[in-house]
């Protein structure tokens, strides 16, 4: 158990619609970072923020936004959802301060699958 | 921006065999050199890793090997074990300086056959 908690796992929806994923890091870490696993592509860096703040963005669409809470917890929004972003999207934490990268502590992921 | 190519996709060796997958990286800037392993239905789980001041790491039946000349470093599996079944991710980043996420390989698919 790595200490990080996503909800939910398995997520199916239709195109064009909205959902929202959830992200609990291991306790005291600042840092959350998103990744997108898709079967051609691996893992995607999407975004990281620290402190509740953004440090640094990847290939993450306009339709996609995420946010850090004062309680660390973050909360990946997918909007005007495509075929092609069916995916598992993970969350991982890490101890290291925004600038500098240590171990990142994943969750088991949210399985998304868009009809 | 960094880019991680790794080969091969998928490797199939007997129990006992020995594993290496290669990586090559884009950025000289890049310092710092994990390997995550993700087994069916989880996450991916950091392995071991290197930093650029070093050339070669060991824990145990696993080691990496850095080239920061030829910008390319692997990872080696000896007396591999059904266990060891499972898809590896290199990764490369910057230790340090605005750019602390990191950039993961395709993967690579390992089976080891009792």
């Known amino acids: 158990d790595s200490g990080v908690t996503q909800t939910p796992k398995h997520l199916i929806t239709a195109t064009g619609q909205r959902v929202t994923l959830r992200c609990s890091p291991r306790?005291?870490?600042?840092?959350v970072y998103w990744y997108q696993q898709s079967l051609d592509q691996g893992l995607q860096f999407l975004i990281q923020?620290?402190?509740?703040?953004?440090?640094a963005k990847g290939n993450i669409l306009e339709r996609f936004s995420a946010q850090q809470f004062p309680d660390l917890h973050s909360e990946l929004n997918l909007s005007s959802l495509e075929l092609g972003d069916s995916a598992l999207y993970f969350c991982?934490?890490?101890?290291?301060?925004?600038?500098?990268?240590?171990?990142?502590?994943f969750g088991e992921g949210s399985r998304l699958t868009v009809l | 921006g960094e880019n991680v190519e790794q080969h091969p996709s998928t490797l199939s060796v007997q129990e006992g065999d020995s594993a290496v997958i290669k990586c090559t990286y884009s950025?000289?800037?890049?310092?710092?050199f994990p390997w995550y392993k993700q087994e069916l239905g989880k996450g991916p789980q950091l392995i071991i890793d290197?930093?650029?001041?070093?050339g070669e790491k060991k824990d145990q039946r696993i080691a990496v090997t850095l080239n920061k000349t030829a910008k390319h470093f692997s990872l080696h599996i000896t007396e591999t074990q059904p266990e060891d079944s499972a898809v590896y991710f290199c990764?490369?980043?910057?230790?340090?300086?605005?750019?602390?996420?990191?950039?993961f390989g395709k993967g690579t698919k390992l089976s080891v056959k009792p």
């Open positions: 991982a934490s890490s101890a290291r301060t925004w600038d500098r990268t240590g171990e990142l502590f």
């Open positions: 306790s005291g870490d600042l840092s």
């Open positions: 923020y620290y402190n509740g703040e953004e440090r």
């Open positions: 950025d000289s800037a890049s310092n710092y």
């Open positions: 290197i930093r650029s001041n070093v």
């Open positions: 990764a490369a980043s910057r230790y340090g300086g605005s750019q602390g996420n990191l950039i």
